[in-house]
């Protein structure tokens, strides 16, 4: 059985899995993803992970691209940044500016991931600063390596878990067990992230690369992206 070694921002896990299992079936293509933030993935990719395909954010794959270490890339649509709570607490009310900014305010718990290396993570914490809360929430920011981690940690916390609240990006909300999307993040703080896949130009399976990409970013993915957070293509 071929295999093919994705790198992948964790916003496009769910899919990449599911086309993966799909393609195993079909195909006899084993996909072996790694899943993490933005930041995180970049620097593998970088540092010559071994990569058939990559999944980043636009800007970041049309650098590489620019560079000639990636083909040209494919979009798979725009995900948005989303609040979540554990399954069974109280929904906050987050639908305009001061909502969000008294839910924020009053929760026992900040859930996000990596502040640096993420893409939701680096928003989080400016949107918290012009709110003018960064300071005052400051030591009850629990953030984990990617969104995956810290929504699985917001699932079991325990502590005053009907007032934790998480903030990622939708998909990764989507596909953690034991969380709640709320809604995305309303105006003026909503972020939606353009993700794209492309070929590593040193890829070992460059065939089968090319048509993964056609996958991830074709019809035959589109109910899958749609059901995963992906709000177009």
Avoid: W
Avoid at 43 to 54: K, L, N, S, T, Y
Avoid at 67 to 92: F, H, M, N, Q, Y
Avoid at 133 to 158: C, F, K, P, S, W
Wanted: aromatic content about 4%; hydrophobic content about 50%.
């Amino acid at each position: 059985m071929a295999t093919l070694d994705v790198l992948s921002a964790g916003a496009a896990k769910a899919v990449v899995l599911a086309l993966g299992a799909r393609l195993r079936d079909r195909d006899g293509l084993e996909v072996a993803g790694v899943f993490d933030a933005a930041g995180a993935i970049r620097a593998r990719f970088v540092a010559g992970d071994p990569c058939d395909v990559v999944i980043l954010p636009a800007p970041m794959l049309d650098e590489l691209a620019a560079g000639r270490r990636v083909d040209a890339a494919a979009a798979l649509g725009d995900v948005p940044t989303g609040i979540a709570v554990a399954s069974g607490a109280p929904l906050p009310p987050v639908n305009d500016a001061g909502a969000l900014r008294d839910a924020l305010a009053g929760a026992s718990a900040l859930f996000c991931p990596d502040t640096e290396r993420s893409t939701a993570g680096i928003h989080f914490v400016t949107m918290l600063r012009a709110m003018g809360l960064h300071e005052r929430v400051a030591d009850r920011i629990r953030a984990y390596a990617n969104g995956a981690q810290a929504m699985a940690a917001l699932a079991a916390t325990t502590v005053d878990r009907d007032r934790a609240i998480g903030c990622t990006q939708v998909t990764e909300i989507l596909y953690t067990p034991g969380v709640t999307l709320v809604a995305p993040l309303p105006r003026p703080y909503g972020l939606a992230t353009t993700y794209s896949a492309a070929c590593n130009r040193t890829a070992r399976n460059p065939a089968h690369a090319r048509r993964f990409v056609a996958s991830l970013a074709g019809p035959e993915s589109r109910e899958l992206r749609a059901a995963g957070g992906f709000t177009s293509d």
